[in-house]
């Protein structure tokens, strides 16, 4: 798997390519990657991510 820690990235959901979130990778463990994801609330918040569900993921440009 490429590098992707600290790095801005979209994960795109099932569904059409604009169904995702954007957050900053924190933590890689094994096949998972925690994204801090900032609520529109203003609150931050965590989802982790199981690779292995095959998850679009692409890096942001910064």
């Known amino acids: ?6 790095k801005r ?10 169904d995702g979130f954007e957050g900053v990778v924190e ?9 801090r994801v900032d609520d529109p609330t203003g ?3 965590g ?3 199981n690779t292995d569900l095959q998850r679009e993921i692409a890096i942001l440009a910064d």
């Open 1 to 6: 798997m490429f590098e992707v820690q600290g």
């Open 9 to 18: 990235v979209w994960i795109r959901r099932d569904g059409t390519a604009d």
């Open 27 to 35: 933590r890689v463990s094994g096949k998972w990657i925690y994204v």
């Open 43 to 45: 609150q931050t918040l």
């Open 47 to 49: 989802i982790w991510v």
